[in-house]
């Protein structure tokens, strides 16, 4: 061995050590132990949500903050939701009379708007960042959602989210009944129930693209101007008058379409307002609305009073009546997205507008709730994620 690898071998001093010592401390404090880096708390993922707890009153729906990453599966899209719409069918599941909404605890809406956040394996027609209209049979009341790519639509150019949020359900209900049910035609008589709500106001403005339409609209009398505004040619105030007899003072043999909503007698009323030839449109049973919770008298009135006729009598009095649930559709997404498609264009060429009635944040959606089920809307009713910033009102 020679002096120098004896020398290498050889052990440190004393002095030696101390002079390495501190450059050892030093690297150990600027770097922790891999440990305390793992022990490090990280944010979880989360999202709002309102939830159905159980039937009711408006308190059953509330907010909740889900914990969580949702992530689209192949063929869907995550959307960051924007706004959401309200409809009688979401009141109606709430107190448990609305089959097409799945039992609790469940999350309801099926209509919203928002923007395009991630997309699952093979989607290739939408892309980051694409502004989207979305339909659902449920789920749509959350911060954010996956739904296949089929079931979203894009937003034209200009079109406000709470727009948006008020055509797809509204909109595509009122466009198919008067259009692919009624076959509405120049110079005839429709009868619009409910004609300051989210259908009525579609329905007017999808009559006025016929010529010379005649449109008698029922509603309180404080909403006559607005719906009259919006094109209703004969504003009925229906608690204070009888429509049927205001129809025929101004149209004794009656009208050629009539959009029923409400069930019970108000059908039978509406079979028998058709002019020969006539159609009738059955799409709800708003009578079944009368308060928080479910009303069984209300339940037993309308069933006793609901309306029924064989074909022959069909035949005799040369009438036709259909049945129209868009929650049944829920299959048909084609079907459905060419009639959307249809609207989206007379939306660009400037024919209808949806009215917004009023905008909640989640945390108000009982009182959103109110203002719908106690009539005091005019148009559709939102509901959004957050509140509106203060600095925004202003500005508005």
Known sequence: MSGEEAAAQ?????????????????QNEQQPPPAQEAEKPQDEASYKSLVLSGYGGYDKVKLQVKKGELVPKAGEVLVRVKACGLNFADLMGRQGLYDRLPSPPVTPGMECSG???????????????DKVIVMNRAGMWQEVVTVLTSHTFLMPEGMTFEEAAAIPVNYITAYMMIFDFGNLRPNQSILIHMAAGGVGIAATQLCQTVKDVTIFGTSSASKHDAIKENGVTHAIDYRTMDYVDEIRKLSPKGVDIVLDPLGGSDTCKAFNLLKPMGKLITYGAANLLTGQKKNLMAVAKTWWNQFSINAMQLLQSNKAVCGYHLGYLDEEMELVGGVLSKILDLYKQGKIKP??????????????????????NIGKVILVPEAEKEEKKEEN
């Open 355 to 376: 009215r917004v009635d009023s905008v909640w944040p989640f945390q108000q959606v009982g009182d959103a709730m109110r203002q719908m089920q106690e009539r005091k």
């Open 115 to 129: 923007v395009v956040e991630g997309l699952g394996e093979g989607v290739t027609d939408r892309k980051l960042g």
């Open 10 to 26: 050889q052990p440190k001093t004393e002095e030696q050590k101390q002079d390495t010592k501190p450059e050892e401390d030093k």
